[in-house]
């Protein structure tokens, strides 16, 4: 072989091999823009497809457990509550005149301490009662609570905000908006139905039927 053939066939291998090694490192970043992609996707928000539906937002930051109270009595089939803690006597005093008229009452609330003396008054006023606790995570001084403040009536109007139905609540600045929508209402009962069940998206937090 001469030396200008033997240089050919050197330079002809160095050219493969740098060009499979470009092929690998592509593969690679191919494979690694998949997997961010797959990512990105699960992130994604799916929004509802757009419809013809009326959407109203009302917001209140005053007299705001007199506008609960409103809404919830104009339930008519069911409502499904979570809040993070339930200590209002009246509120309670209300779900009672629900079920009376044979609404079927969710409620799910933190185990929290805040909440341990209105468990078993609950329990008389709804069907069912589920208590959520969620394991320390992070800063091991704070318990993690299952902190939602929303109710969703019938399936079309949710009154959600930074209320919860306790005692000391009507004293704070807080506020709710309401929304009525059957799509929004989807979303938050889809939400309600993810902690009310436990499937294992939310394999971290164990649930508890305080009926049994």
């Not at 409502?79 to 008229?101: G, P, Q, Y």
Request: hydrophobic share 35%; aromatic share 8%; charged share 35%.
């Amino acid at each position: 072989m001469g030396l200008v053939t033997w240089l050919r066939s050197k330079l002809s291998l160095r050219k493969n091999s740098s060009e499979e090694s470009t092929i690998q490192l592509l593969r690679k970043e191919i494979e690694k823009l998949k997997e961010e992609n797959v990512a990105l996707k699960e992130k994604i928000i799916v929004l509802p497809e757009k419809n013809n539906e009326k959407i109203i937002v009302t917001f209140f930051d005053e007299n705001i457990e007199e506008i609960i109270i409103k809404n919830i009595r104009e339930t008519k089939e069911e409502i499904c509550i979570a809040v993070a803690w339930f200590t209002s006597e009246i509120l309670m005093d209300e779900l009672r005149d629900l079920k009376r008229r044979g609404i079927n009452i969710k409620v799910i609330i933190s185990e929290a301490k805040e909440n341990n003396k209105s468990i078993y008054k609950l329990i008389d006023v709804c069907n069912k009662l589920k208590t959520v606790v969620i394991p320390k995570r992070g800063n091991k001084s704070y318990s993690n609570l299952m902190h939602n403040k929303y109710c969703i009536i019938d399936n079309k109007k949710v009154i959600d905000g930074s209320y919860n139905w306790s005692k000391n609540a009507k004293y704070n600045l807080e506020h709710v908006i309401v929304i009525k929508s059957r799509t929004v209402a989807k979303m938050y009962k889809n939400s309600f139905e993810k902690i009310y069940n436990n499937p294992e998206y939310y394999s971290d937090y164990e649930i508890y039927d305080k009926l049994g």
